[in-house]
């Protein structure tokens, strides 16, 4: 159960192909975003869809395997955990976002 404590998993589509870092170290880097659909009735009983967008962050060979497969409008499915982390932008405002870091990618649809 303690893996459970923050746990996120996700079905959708790339907003656009991942951007990938290679760091110091060796280490690589994929950031991309995914779209996520719900559909649902309103009070009035009209259908309405709701889109949400995702940051999504990944390391190593799963950054590899992002920056090798997946393109803008790929299906995925992925699962990781949700953080959140702040800094400050050249104003020197201070910037916050939430992003899942992804430890597992499974690709869907169709094969290119």
């Known amino acids: 159960m303690k893996n459970l404590k923050n746990k996120v998993q996700l079905i959708g589509h790339l907003g656009a192909n991942p951007e990938v870092k290679n760091l110091e170290g060796g280490k690589t ?3 991309f975003s995914i779209a996520t659909n719900d559909t649902y009735k309103n009070a009035k009983g ?3 869809e709701d ?4 940051n999504v962050v990944t390391w190593g060979k799963t950054a590899e395997i992002a920056e090798k497969y997946l393109k803008k409008g790929s299906e995925v499915a992925v699962e990781g955990k949700l ?3 702040s800094w400050e932008d050249k104003e ?3 910037k916050y976002t939430t992003e899942v870091v992804v430890h597992e990618i499974l690709m869907l649809g169709k094969k290119d």
């Open 51 to 54: 889109t949400q967008w995702h």
């Open 92 to 94: 020197g405002q201070k």
């Open 29 to 31: 880097l994929a950031r």
């Open 83 to 85: 953080t959140s982390r």
């Open 46 to 48: 009209e259908k309405v």
